[in-house]
């Protein structure tokens, strides 16, 4: 990190990571840019540039390409230019969201009510679930639900697995799908209900991010006590941590 008297002035007004948001946003606004080019358009240094880009390319935002010639080509090496990668233009604000729940939205009124949303979610977390299913059917039955886990973090879920009272939780810190499933739940009850027969066993989510708890959690009973007439009594020993894991 540098010290305070060696960073531009304009970077100590507005912060790193709001310089480096900067940047990215101007490569999304202006498309493929040089050093120079965004240096000119925001007002920085090319040695500031080139910082904050060589984090942007280090966290997969955007990548360095040779610029395109049109037309006759002179000596020299070709400029090369920044452009965002496809996490880097996910990560700005899209109406993917919007879309979908106006999608979900015409399949409750014209396709069937609540039960075709319903269809759809499962029809969707199956068709998901195939590299859930191969993972957690190669690992030793003691760690399928670590395995899942790790198959969710792939997915962009960031899963982890841990030991409960007479279970495990399965703990999704991240839902890429949590403002639709605000509005249609039955996105997170296909998922619970895959869950459940990838791993073999009665689940129970205790938390969803979709419901305002800061994570997803769903308790798994260990096999030995995971008939459907004990889960409801041993999954309610595991809620009050299963709400604020660790």
């Not at 990668?85 to 014209?110: H, M, P």
């Not at 703990?171 to 799908?177: M, S």
């Amino acid at each position: 990190m540098k010290n305070v008297g060696e960073a531009p002035a304009e970077e100590l007004a507005t912060g790193e990571r709001s310089t480096r948001n900067r940047v990215a946003r101007s490569i999304l606004d202006h498309g493929p840019s040089t050093v120079a080019d965004l240096a000119e358009r925001l007002g920085l240094t090319q040695a500031a540039v080139r910082r904050h880009l060589d984090s942007l390319v280090g966290d997969n935002v955007v990548e360095a390409r040779e610029k395109r010639v049109y037309g006759a080509r002179t000596r020299g090496r070709p400029a090369k230019v920044f452009a965002l990668t496809d996490c880097g233009r996910d990560a700005f604000d899209q109406s993917y969201d919007k879309l979908a729940v106006e999608a979900l939205r015409w399949i409750e009124r014209n396709a069937g009510g609540e039960a075709a949303v319903a269809a759809f979610a499962r029809d969707r977390i199956e068709a998901q679930a195939e590299p859930y299913r191969a993972a957690v059917e190669s690992a030793d039955p003691r760690e399928r639900t670590e395995a899942l886990a790790k198959a969710l973090t792939a997915d962009g879920y960031a899963a982890t697995a841990r030991n409960a009272p007479v279970g495990e939780q399965l703990c999704q810190h991240h839902c890429p799908v949590a403002h639709v499933a605000e509005q249609y739940p039955q996105l997170c009850e296909a998922e619970t209900e895959i869950f459940s027969r990838l791993l073999g066993t009665h689940v129970q989510r205790l938390a969803t991010i979709a419901h305002g708890d800061g994570v997803c959690t769903t308790f798994i009973p260990h096999i030995a006590h995971g008939t459907p007439e004990t889960t409801e009594s041993t999954a309610s020993s595991a809620s009050t941590a299963g709400r604020n894991p660790a």
